[in-house]
């Protein structure tokens, strides 16, 4: 089976909506979830840093996306750009560096 680019952009924009999707996902979760419940407790500095933090971590992988064309470069980046925001996400929840 050969793949070809049609195949590989056709992935590409499965991956991408289904990350921009996350992203909605992760930003709506705290906001459902203090409705329901006190142990959630987000302020709106809260909601700025992790939008900033995800929007911005998304738009970067979109704009590495948009210029290069290996799909192992693309998906390397991406991965690495997942693990750092992640790292911010933890520390900022827990503070594991400290």
Do not use: K
């Not at 924009?13 to 999707?21: D, K, P, V, Y």
């Not at 979830?33 to 998304?58: P, Y």
Request: proline letters at 2%.
């Amino acid at each position: 089976m050969n793949v070809t680019n049609d195949d590989l952009d056709r992935l590409w924009r499965t991956l991408r909506l289904m990350g921009w999707g996350a992203v909605a996902l992760v930003m709506l979760t705290p906001a459902v979830a203090m409705r329901f419940t006190e142990e959630v407790n987000w302020t709106t500095s809260d909601f700025v840093f992790a939008g900033v933090l995800l929007i911005g971590g998304a738009a970067l992988i979109e704009l590495v996306a948009w210029r290069v064309r290996n799909p192992v470069i693309r998906i390397s980046f991406a991965l690495l750009v997942v693990a750092i925001v992640a790292l911010i996400w933890i520390e900022g929840a827990v503070g594991i560096f400290h």
